[in-house]
């Protein structure tokens, strides 16, 4: 993969979680995709969530899609149904990050790319307009897989308390289209980095090593 401006890090294609010992019997994070997404793109989005977090990472067994949260009136899928379900999973993990297909909204917003509980546990991401450039047309499979693991990693940033930066190479700027989210880097500024290291010693979250 050739994704851009992520200061020579590259999106792994493998969760790898073998290399580590001494981990704990179940990740910091559990991905679980909601109906049809892709081996790939869930394998891809794991690995990068270990790799750029540095927390153990869990892929679920898959489940339904999310039809309970979808709107008669938008054509959508409500973002904080999904998230309040996936807040009530009895899975251990602390965080639970889904991945559907489905294009998502918030009353306010006609459409998000993800959404997720601010110091909660819950984070969802939609494949859904990550498949296009804005004027409609598709894009490489590099490009989408490098924005679905950049709107991942943004997404379970915000559980834990990261809120949007205002440094330009960071990957918690706020994004309010494609253009935005494929101009990010995939790394945290260092103040962003600093306030994840206060997180993690909040919440006790065991780090893998670096």
Not at 52 to 76: C, G, M, N, T, W
Not at 158 to 163: A, C, G, P, S
């Amino acid at each position: 993969m050739s994704p851009v401006n992520t200061g020579g890090r590259k999106p792994k294609e493998n969760p790898g979680r073998n290399e580590y010992t001494s981990l704990p019997k179940h990740g910091v994070v559990g991905v679980v995709r909601l109906g049809t997404v892709g081996e790939a793109v869930l394998n891809i989005v794991a690995a990068n969530i270990q790799e750029i977090l540095h927390v153990p990472v869990d892929i679920l067994p898959s489940r339904q899609p999310p039809e309970f949260a979808y709107s008669d009136r938008r054509k959508q899928y409500h973002a904080a149904l999904i998230l309040k379900k996936l807040a009530e999973s009895r899975r251990p993990h602390p965080r639970i990050l889904a991945l559907v297909s489905v294009d998502l909204f918030i009353p306010v917003l006609t459409h998000v790319f993800g959404e997720a509980q601010m110091g909660g546990r819950a984070a969802v991401v939609s494949l859904h307009r990550l498949r296009q450039k804005e004027e409609g047309s598709r894009v490489s499979l590099d490009t989408f897989y490098e924005r679905a693991v950049k709107v991942a990693i943004h997404e379970v940033a915000h559980t834990f308390d990261l809120v949007h930066c205002s440094q330009a190479e960071c990957i918690m700027r706020f994004s309010s289209g494609l253009l935005d989210l494929d101009a990010l880097p995939l790394f945290f500024c260092e103040y962003c980095e600093a306030f994840l290291e206060e997180a993690y010693r909040r919440y006790e979250i065991q780090r893998l090593p670096i």
